[in-house]
Nanobody, 127 residues
Framework: QVQMVESGGGLVQAGGSLRLSCTAS????????VGWFRQAPGKEREGISC????????DYTDSVKGRFTISRDNAEKTLFLQMNSLKPEDTAMYYC????????????????????WGRGTQVTVSS
């Protein structure tokens, strides 16, 4: 059973930056496709970035392209999300997720495609 723990959230002013981390307990982290999601109060969970297990395919939702960067360190079993030029509309609970993948290029922004989830870290951007 994979356990994932997010960290790095907090309160930041608009235009600022945060770096989220997600550490997984699974020793074969390199076999997992991964993603970052967020959920604001009263809204559905939204996929914001994904990375295939090989790291060769990356995708972002349009609203964060050019501002957010996903990366992973398989040796440390850690997923990162660098968030720059933050906006008040980025305020949400942020979740990392993983799925054991037989494909080296699978990358999904759909929550239903992921099996393992962290409990989330809150990001609040003030105007």
């Amino acid at each position: 059973q994979v356990q994932m723990v997010e960290s790095g959230g907090g309160l930041v002013q608009a235009g600022g930056s945060l770096r989220l981390s997600c550490t997984a307990s699974e020793l074969t982290f390199a076999l997992y496709g991964v993603g970052w999601f967020r959920q604001a109060p009263g809204k559905e969970r939204e996929g914001i970035s994904c990375m295939s297990r090989s790291s060769t395919r990356i995708d972002y939702t349009d609203s964060v392209k050019g501002r957010f960067t996903i990366s992973r360190d398989n040796a440390e079993k850690t997923l990162f999300l660098q968030m720059n030029s933050l906006k008040p509309e980025d305020t949400a609970m942020y979740y990392c997720a993983a799925v054991l993948s037989t494909s080296t290029t699978a990358c999904s922004l759909f929550p239903a495609d992921f099996h393992y989830w962290g409990r989330g870290t809150q990001v609040t951007v003030s105007s």
